[in-house]
């Protein structure tokens, strides 16, 4: 299937407080925008399309490697919205007529399978949008989903525009969106006449729902994968989860660690079964531990190759060395 995907990175990120452009603030020692780039890949997307605005040279320059050599950057040269941002995409996509892929560079925790999850709900519906929602404990700050009575969705309403019923609604809008070729036909017809004065992703329900096409949701129950990084209290929970993630990873793949909370894997390391690692132990870059090798309290190792059944002594700091 033909697939188009489109990232919005072009937000300055105020509230991170940071002359760093958000989408490259680091987790689990990889930027944001590249765990977003991570969970889109498996999905082979014909293109990938990056809107960038703040610190767009930075951001461009950090991704201009063979690794990201099919990645295309767009410039939003002024910020007026999710929808403009999209828009921006109109012109470089040209005649692409699949459906297009919508997410944000600042939520590092989504998963591949729920990405596909929602391509199946799209097939399903045969044409018009689809999009994530999820029932959270804490709604302020995000746009809420308003059903009818028969449970469609009926709108997506901005925490800015909600009134008091709209508020008490704990099913929101994460912003990650599938449309049919028609999206960029709609996004043309966005107003700005909002609270916020800007051109909402959001408001392309209306304009679905106004010519009798499908607009379909896949609900997650996972609350901590819709996240998006707005302050350093959220890099500080999306650095916990992806280091979780990690950690069981390789737990069931057969590795003992004695106290994983104080275990510290890069997602580009590789353990093999049988590896014990003490604690305070932190494995970054390219390290390699093979079958059987014990890693002793708190050594850190950087761009190592451990040899099956080696031992690596407690407060070892090793870089680029094979060890045997």
């Known amino acids: 299937m033909d697939l188009a995907v489109v990232i919005l990175a072009a937000g300055q990120g105020t509230r991170m407080k940071s002359a760093l452009p958000k989408v490259l603030h680091e987790a689990a020692g990889q930027p944001l925008l590249e765990h977003v780039l991570r969970a889109v890949q498996d999905l082979e997307p014909t293109r990938t399309l990056v809107v960038v605005g703040h610190g767009a040279d930075e951001v461009e320059a950090r991704f201009r490697d063979p690794a990201h050599h099919d990645l295309e950057f767009v410039r939003q040269t002024e910020q007026l919205g999710t929808g403009h941002a999209l828009l921006q995409t109109r012109l470089p996509l040209g005649d692409f007529d699949g459906p297009v892929l919508v997410l944000n560079g600042d939520g590092p925790l989504l998963k591949t399978d729920t990405l596909r999850a929602l391509i199946g709900a799209h097939q399903e519906a045969g044409e018009g949008m689809a999009l994530l929602t999820c029932e959270v404990r804490d709604p302020t700050g995000l746009g809420r989903i308003v059903r009818d009575d028969r449970g469609q969705i009926q709108r997506i309403v901005e925490e800015k525009d909600a009134g008091p ?20 036909g709609y996004a043309g017809e966005l107003t700005d006449d909002n609270a916020a004065g800007e051109y909402y992703v959001t408001d392309l329900v209306d304009s679905y729902l106004r010519d009798g096409k499908p607009v379909v949701a896949v609900v997650t129950d996972d609350e901590t994968e819709i996240l998006g990084v707005n302050t350093r209290q959220h890099l500080a929970e999306v650095e916990r989860v992806l280091r979780d993630r990690i950690r069981e990873k390789w737990l069931l793949a057969g590795v003992t660690m ?9 997602d580009e390391v590789r353990l093999e079964p049988d590896v014990t690692l003490y604690p305070g132990v932190w494995l970054g870059g390219h390290t390699i531990v093979r079958r059987g090798a014990v890693i002793g309290l708190h050594a850190l190792l950087v761009n190592c190759d451990v040899a099956e059944n080696a031992r690596v002594e407690p407060h070892s700091v090793l870089r680029d060395t094979d060890i045997s």
Do not use: C, R, W
């Not at 004695?258 to 890069?266: A, D, H, W």
């Open 258 to 266: 004695l106290s994983p909370e104080q275990t510290f894997i890069g």
């Open 165 to 184: 019923q709209q508020k008490a609604i704990h099913e929101i809008n994460p912003g990650i969106y599938l449309f049919d070729a028609d999206v960029f």
